[in-house]
């Protein structure tokens, strides 16, 4: 198990949790701490036997209140480069920028407070988002007189209603996550008691599916998003090529004339 002073990284059956461990500070995110979250991406991409992640924060009242600003201005009173920083590089929480960092196995983000900033960005870049009833989310950035430079300017256009999302990127409107639910921002809404759980539920019906196959596609899915509909389509994708002859694909179609549920082995 890795050590880490910022973060927890455990892993429970085909399970990994991360954990962004700072609640004195909503869980903001300094260089630190991202070295450490880019650490563990590395790790549970690399791990055959972990299948999903859920990435969460510390205590009830934030996910992530996104970078440590406070940090950052004494950091800029040294005449540090933040940007450069170990693990920043990679974007918000080690996962943000696609140059940098590809994890093609499913990510849950169970946003169990505050998501703002760049921990909103964090949470667009997982795949599916469960929120605790009093999540919040948002982008100030503009109210700092910064911008959302971790993925926020893109991401959340692509994945809420391109007027709507204009309306929350140009005011620092935070959204609450019944809002978010309604945009299609998340997928589900649960009380705090109930944000776990459901995070679990989810990565365990994802886990019901062949794991190789659910990378492939989330791979394809991705990479197709903004190509036209023919490109896309003919398109070649590392990971669906590793489904073509798979032991997966033959326990698949075995299990299904067997009338017996498969044995998945990622392989």
């Known amino acids: 198990m890795l050590d880490f002073e910022f973060i927890r990284y455990e892993k429970r059956g085909r399970i990994a949790y991360l954990t962004l461990n700072r609640p004195e500070v909503l869980n903001a995110m300094h260089a630190p701490a991202g070295a450490e979250m880019a650490q563990a991406w590395d790790d549970f991409a690399q791990d055959d036997e972990s299948f999903v992640a859920i990435v969460t924060g510390a205590g009830e009242r934030a996910f992530s209140a996104g970078m440590d600003l406070r940090w950052r201005a004494a950091a800029d009173a040294r005449g540090e480069r933040f940007e450069r920083a ?64 971790a ?90 090529s590793r489904v073509n002859g798979s032991e997966d694909a033959r326990e698949g179609v075995l299990a299904f004339a067997e009338k017996r549920t498969p044995a998945w082995t990622g392989r």
């Open 86 to 149: 170990r693990g920043l590089q990679r974007g918000f929480g080690g996962l943000t920028n696609p140059r940098h960092v590809q994890v093609w196995k499913p990510i849950i983000a169970a946003v169990n407070g505050y998501a703002v900033g760049g921990g909103l960005e964090l949470a667009l870049a997982c795949d599916m988002i469960v929120a605790a009833e009093h999540a919040q989310f948002g982008l100030p950035e503009p109210r700092r007189g910064i911008v959302a430079g």
């Open 151 to 240: 993925g926020g300017v893109h991401r959340l256009p692509r994945q809420m209603p391109l007027k709507v999302a204009m309306g929350y990127l140009l005011t620092g409107r935070l959204m609450t996550a019944q809002e978010a639910l309604r945009w299609g921002l998340v997928n589900e809404v649960v009380s705090l008691a109930e944000l776990m759980p459901a995070a679990e539920r989810w990565a365990r019906e994802i886990m019901e599916c062949a794991p190789i196959s659910v990378r492939a596609t989330k791979q394809a899915a991705l990479m197709g998003l903004d190509l036209p509909l023919a490109e896309a389509y003919n398109g070649a994708y590392a990971w669906w």
